[in-house]
């Protein structure tokens, strides 16, 4: 590894423990600072967080390598999300943040869920508690395993020390500043990847002497990949802008709203969040098509598209710029790691131990409990990483689907519509994810391809849990006087923290 590229990485390192150990000399001692900072966050802040904790490697990796190989039919993909994301700023943060803070402070989703719809019998809790708990210590550990790959092929260090180095960091600073250090971390990381994304593609356009000499390389492999209508149909371009309906659902991104200093901050959360994942989506599809035509000019093979970000990173800079670019790869998986530990520990220390084990525990003794459970699910996640071509691990590709069809029109049908009852909540969300279930393993073809080819199943996952809630809610008693009451003093208290 050379000099540059160690120095790098050591002072990123370095930043990422030092700003756990600033938030947890500031943070509050109660579960609301460690689990929610607070609910101070500002809109930087929260922007931020949200984009990074969001995008992953995905975002340096996976839509690079995408359009390396397949041209700019990808960005119905890249439109999906962002429209998506921009509706989950416009629609439920600023319903959320108030919401579960008139639904007597509830810090967790399940928790909201539970108090929206006074569920005495806890399934509106447990139910999507187990969710996230099984789901987000997978995810945790795919994190794991992307962090311990890229050690082993860009640094030249064993697997298994990377899958250390990428838990023992993250964990330390989750362990002891939550979600502050969590939130405060993803910032800086937001920021890295951001100056990345606009570093890579433009240093290696410089190579070529306008576009339409690199237009004509990228031509000369494929002339269908500089179209955007190439090889897709109606209902592909559905799916693909369908990815974007995922962000109702994701409890590690909507958390970020539930913790916003107020309702009043949204507005500005999101004109920076958006304006960060505009620049930052179009570096990506830039990496991968402005990599390829490098590549292909200067005949350079590449074994996985996906590296393309590392290839260029290393080919075109300086070491000690090539190890920040590498950091960047590091901070998208972080990120990730970080956000999704602390919302499976907030779901084991509030949803579990709280409820089922000891009600009447002290704060202290709750943020003991969510500091155990961040490195319990850590060494779980890691123990799953050690097999690192697990088929366990490949389930998380359907967990955006998953949370998407199942968690997504509760979260929204919860905050707009009054007459929704527990019972219609608990039908529809088992519904959505039986049918994503039924739509991947489905024992049918459609035109003699598996269903989940043919549409994303996030999309028959999300009708069947409309429908299914409507029905339902429509089909027994309305909620009563209390959840009315709830819904009322939400939409006054939105209307207050929006005029002010």
């Known amino acids: 590894m050379e000099i540059g590229t160690l120095v790098s990485l050591a002072l990123y390192f370095i930043t990422m423990l030092g700003i756990g150990l600033y938030a947890y000399r500031t943070s509050t001692d109660d579960v609301s600072g460690y689990m929610l900072g607070g609910r101070q966050l500002g809109p930087g802040v929260t922007a931020l967080s949200a984009g990074a904790s969001d995008m992953s490697g995905w975002l340096l990796m996976g839509l690079p390598g995408a359009v390396f190989l397949s041209g700019f039919s990808n960005m119905w993909l890249a439109l999906g999300l962002f429209v998506?994301?921009?509706?989950?700023?416009?629609?439920v943060a600023p319903r959320l943040r108030v919401y579960t803070e008139v639904a007597e402070d509830a810090i967790t989703l399940p928790e909201f869920f539970e108090r929206r719809f006074e569920d005495g019998s806890h399934l509106l809790r447990v139910i999507p508690s187990v969710v996230i708990i099984v789901f987000f210590t997978l995810y945790t550990s795919s994190g794991v395993v992307a962090?311990?790959?890229?050690?082993?092929?860009?640094?030249?260090?064993?697997?298994e020390l990377g899958l250390y180095i990428t838990a023992g960091v993250v964990v330390t600073y989750t362990l002891f500043g939550g979600f502050l250090a969590v939130s405060m971390t993803d910032f800086v990381q937001g920021c890295i990847m951001f100056v990345a994304l606009i570093m890579v593609p433009i240093v290696a356009f410089m190579d070529f002497d306008g576009a339409g000499e690199m237009m004509r390389v990228v031509r000369s492999v494929d002339p269908t990949l500089v179209s955007i209508t190439s090889g897709v149909t109606v209902i592909s371009v559905i799916s693909a802008l369908s990815w974007g309906m995922g962000y109702f659902g994701q409890p590690h991104i909507i958390v970020r709203f539930m913790a916003i200093r107020s309702v009043g901050d949204v507005k500005v959360a999101r004109r920076i969040g958006m304006s960060w994942m505009f620049v930052a989506v179009i570096g990506a599809l830039s990496t991968g098509f402005i990599g390829l035509a490098?590549?292909?000019?200067?005949?350079?093979?590449?074994?996985d598209p996906e590296t393309i970000f590392i290839v260029l990173s290393q080919l075109l800079f300086h070491p000690l710029i090539g190890g920040f670019l590498l950091a960047a790869i590091l901070a998208a998986i972080m990120s990730t790691i970080s956000s999704q530990l602390l919302v499976s520990s907030s779901s084991l220390t509030e949803d579990f131990y709280k409820l089922f084990v000891r009600r009447d525990a002290s704060q202290k003794e709750l943020v003991a409990i969510g500091r155990a459970s961040v490195v319990a699910v850590a060494l779980v996640a890691i123990a799953l990483a050690y097999d690192r071509s697990s088929s366990v691990l490949s389930l998380v590709g359907n967990a955006w689907a998953g949370f998407g069809a199942a968690f997504g029109p509760l979260v929204v049908m919860s905050l707009f519509w009054k007459r929704m009852n527990a019972k219609g909540a608990i039908a529809g969300m088992i519904s959505g994810a039986v049918v994503v279930l039924i739509w991947i393993y489905a024992p049918f073809t459609i035109g003699g391809q598996n269903p989940s080819d043919v549409m994303f199943e996030i999309v028959p996952g999300g009708i069947a849990a409309i429908l299914v809630t409507v029905v339902v809610s429509l089909m027994t008693?309305?909620?009563g006087p209390r959840v009315r009451e709830g819904f009322t003093k939400m939409e006054k208290a939105l209307e207050e923290g929006m005029a002010s």
């Open 84 to 91: 998506g994301a921009f509706a989950n700023y416009l629609l």
């Open 294 to 303: 490098y590549m292909t000019k200067n005949g350079l093979p590449i074994g």
């Open 147 to 159: 962090g311990g790959k890229l050690f082993e092929s860009s640094f030249g260090l064993s697997y």
């Open 477 to 479: 008693a309305p909620p």
